[in-house]
């Protein structure tokens, strides 16, 4: 048993070691772009582009804000319809046109230095996807706006862009001291959720637990090792993100069952994540009843692309 710890604990180590030294790479070449300003730079480049979509000039503020602070994109949202620059329905869609904005600024802190690296080609195509649905949400968004307003509320004086002074506060830390920060969450995760997953394998823990969600899994046909890495996914995201890395490297899950997993714990976790983040945020910004449809509509739709994508990947995979 001692001898068993020790190899796992090694082979954990190494692990950790090597992906920490890709991660941590990546998160300060990031860093260092986002530093100099490569948001404000993308914001700044498809503003001509969104001001072409004859908006409300709060809407395209908060969209081209959001690619430097989602946060800050729903402020300027509660700022509008407190200031009655905004009606409900324009608040509402636009928290959907902010979609795409938001994911992609995520997308350069977190899935490009942290989920490629771990999962490789199958971490690409998992954040194309998450791409993907948020480009359709902040399209379904825009077309809805335009469909409720009609652009009456488009004023040329009010054309440029107001963006919050100090925008940049949040990129104010050095890429060194910013990558240093994350890894002192990072790795202690990486190593104690890479330990965990080689120990629980080799006690067999996956076996038994598969033969628990095996009705569940077998019913739409799949691995029971997408179920455990979907349940993974609602108690950590990071933790789901190493188990997938150990199931593609031991060809437990192939590229295809990783993906429907981690779009599974997404849905799964829907309900413990609106509690964690959502409800605080929105409901300070919104109040409870507005706070809850903007929730509730975002939530509702990531979720129907959620499984329309998990769908066609079934049958067609």
Do not use: C, Q, W
């Amino acid at each position: 048993m001692k001898g068993m710890i020790l190899e796992i604990f090694y082979t954990s180590l190494i692990s950790t070691l090597k992906i920490s030294l890709v991660v941590l790479s990546t998160i300060y070449i990031v860093n260092y772009f986002l530093n100099k300003g490569l948001l404000e730079k993308i914001s700044n480049f498809l503003a001509p582009i969104t001001e072409k979509l004859k908006l409300n000039s709060f809407l395209i503020s908060s969209i081209m804000v959001s690619f430097l602070s989602p946060t800050v994109g729903y402020t300027l949202l509660s700022d509008g319809i407190k200031d009655n620059k905004l009606t409900e329905k324009e608040v509402l869609f636009g928290s959907l046109a902010n979609s795409f904005p938001a994911v992609f600024s995520h997308a350069l802190t977190y899935y490009v230095p942290v989920v490629i690296p771990i999962l490789g080609y199958t971490g690409i195509i998992y954040v194309i996807l998450r791409l993907f649905i948020a480009f359709v949400k902040s399209i379904i968004g825009i077309l809805l706006i335009k469909a409720t307003s009609g652009g009456e509320k488009y004023l040329k004086e009010n054309l440029k862009i107001e963006k919050p002074k100090n925008i940049n506060k949040k990129f104010e830390k050095s890429p060194f001291n910013k990558t240093f920060d994350f890894s002192k969450r990072f790795i202690p995760l990486m190593f104690l959720s890479m330990f965990g997953v080689i120990y629980l394998s080799k006690m067999g823990f996956f076996e038994h637990f598969s033969i628990l969600i095996l009705p569940i899994t077998s019913f739409f046909n799949l691995n029971p090792n997408t179920g455990i890495l979907a349940i993974t996914g609602v108690i950590n995201v990071s933790a789901a993100m190493v188990m997938a890395g150990t199931f593609l490297k031991s060809s437990s899950l192939t590229p295809n069952e990783v993906i429907i997993g981690l779009l599974l714990g997404n849905i799964v976790a829907f309900s413990t994540r609106s509690v964690k983040h959502s409800i605080p945020l929105h409901f300070s910004l919104f109040g409870p009843k507005r706070g809850s449809k903007v929730i509730l509509l975002n939530a509702s739709l990531t979720i129907i692309l959620d499984i329309f994508i998990i769908s066609f990947l079934i049958i067609y995979m």
